[in-house]
């Protein structure tokens, strides 16, 4: 299973005064079970980037295939495609809106027609997945904390069994117990069910602690696209597209714990 992006630009507003270029001639390939990180610095792009997958944005110029068919195509199932790429929007607790967790984590299932049984099913599985205890399920999810909302958002997502799960800067507004709990839970959801993880967030030690492979956006171009080590090695260019300094050590030392080969082109590590 593959989304292939060939050529994509995207302009905001085209023909206005507002007109802004915000994807230019992005080639990449998405594979099953990787753990892609997508950082780049501020309206690099991230956003924009990642709603293209689903077919939610349509590329001005280019085309995207998923596995190996133009999405573009006339007559092209694009809800079929948007229960496989699945998409967390950022702060996705604000969509939360039924009056019990079970309910909301059922909504998506029941859009798709299955029957109420299959579906309380599937809730009932991606809300272990995402560690939200069974006695919640009957609660209203604004009962809930910060960090369990969000699990219970990302939880409506999975209950769609989708084959790839694309998340924006899900740590978003967490406080550090939140975010380690978050991320953990989406590598054990990546390893345990071999589910493609897509994770886009501005947080180099975020994204060094948990992906294989790293995309790195600037001015809505690919800068890098590689492994970890690779990618941190041109941390001078990194700095210079406002990918701060200060983490590269803990980045570094991060990659170091994992075994992962780690390259300079510029200082060593301890200089960093
Ligand atoms: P990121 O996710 O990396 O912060 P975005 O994809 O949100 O970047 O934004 C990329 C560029 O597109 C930025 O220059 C941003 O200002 C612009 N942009 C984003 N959304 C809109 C919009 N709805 N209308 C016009 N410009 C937008």
Do not use: W
């Not at 209203?140 to 219970?152: A, D, T």
């Amino acid at each position: 299973m593959s989304i292939r992006l060939e050529n994509i630009q995207y302009v905001y507003s085209q023909g206005t005064a507002y007109e802004k270029q915000a994807l230019r001639d992005i080639n990449l390939q998405i594979n099953d079970g990787e753990f892609l990180g997508i950082i780049g610095h501020t309206g690099s792009g991230k956003s924009t980037l990642i709603q293209h997958l689903n077919g939610l944005t349509k590329a001005t110029s280019g085309n995207i295939y998923f596995n190996d068919e133009s999405i573009y195509q006339s007559g092209y199932n694009l809800k079929n495609l948007r229960n496989k790429v699945g998409l967390v929007f950022q702060y996705p607790e604000h969509q939360l809106f039924e009056e019990t967790v079970l309910k909301d984590v059922c909504f998506g299932p029941k859009n798709q027609g299955l029957t109420e049984e299959e579906c309380e099913k599937r809730a009932k599985e991606a809300l272990e997945l995402v560690g939200i205890a069974e006695e919640l399920y009957i609660r209203s999810p604004f009962e809930l904390s910060g960090g369990q909302k969000r699990r219970v958002a990302i939880a409506g997502v999975l209950a769609m069994e989708p084959d790839f799960l694309v998340l924006d800067e899900p740590t978003a507004g967490l406080d550090p117990r939140g975010r380690d709990e978050i991320l953990d839970q989406i590598f054990y959801l990546h390893q345990r069910k071999e589910l493609a993880v897509i994770l886009v967030s501005h947080s180099m030690e975020d994204i060094a602690k948990y992906a294989g492979r790293i995309i790195v956006m600037n001015r809505g171009k690919v800068l890098y696209d590689d492994e970890p080590g690779k990618v941190f090695s041109h941390y001078k260019e990194l700095e210079k597209v406002g990918l701060g300094a200060p983490q590269i050590t803990y980045v570094m030392n991060e990659l170091k714990g994992k075994g992962l080969p780690v390259q300079t082109d510029a200082r060593t590590v301890e200089d960093a």
